[in-house]
């Protein structure tokens, strides 16, 4: 596995490798992109016991390992997309469609900050579908949804259409999240499911994870993780719930809870 891994690495251009006399491989941080190309997986920490530096030390990862698949999907009902729509429309938002893709409509991001939303201008240029309007295009071919979120210019907005969609009876779930978001997910679907699935998947227990979060859409992982930890930025009762509280998203708050617990 180690001759394997060298041979790999020195196919790639200035990566610097270095092997020591017990067979331990050392690669500099820039290297760790490329090594998951190469189809290997860290699987522990090694630490020198004169020098206290730890490192991760790696296996090879099976074919099926490499491949890009989903552990377990749930879909909204066609008929329940259609009628959140619908009830989106009477207020100014903006939709998004979630499914393997990323579907926003042309006009609404055009003017996205009116929705609070213009931190991720950039990532929707560059990944999301724009379709000229959403109903129209889903009414006349439906197509599965696996999330709906509906951002809006103000909270009083959100709770207007969040009262309007728990008068229609629908079987889904809400979310509030970002300042004026409304997350829509089937029933039983949460952060916390998606987490328990993940750690069946890799066989390892949830006393094993850490979740980082900052809002309400984030508090069933946070409640079922072994360390729960609330960023800066978080609104106060996330904050109350936790274990741990770090910097804010504009100071590297992930960072803080990577080296202190990883």
Known sequence: ERDKLL???ATYANINVREDELGF???????????????????GIQTDNLTGISNPYWTHMSDDRKKEYAISSSSLEEKDVLKLLEIAKEEDVMVQILNKDSIIEKGKFLNIERYHM???REMYDRVAIKLDDIYEEYKR?????????????????????????????????LAN???TS?????????????LMKLCEH???TLDEVIVVGDADNDIEALKVAGLSVAMGNAKQHIKDMCDVIVSDNDHDGCVDVIEKYL
């Open 7 to 9: 041979d790999e690495l």
């Open 177 to 179: 999240a970002e300042s």
């Open 118 to 120: 213009d931190v991720y």
């Open 25 to 43: 491989v050392y690669v500099t941080l820039e290297s760790v992109d490329f090594i998951y190309e190469a189809g290997y997986h860290a699987i």
């Open 202 to 204: 890799l066989n390892i």
């Open 141 to 173: 071919q439906p197509f599965s949804v696996e999330k709906l979120n509906i951002y809006h210019t103000c909270e009083e907005a959100r709770e207007r259409t969040r009262q309007r969609i728990e008068e229609a009876d629908i079987d889904i779930v």
């Open 182 to 194: 409304l997350e829509v997910s089937p029933k039983g679907v949460s952060k916390a499911l998606g």
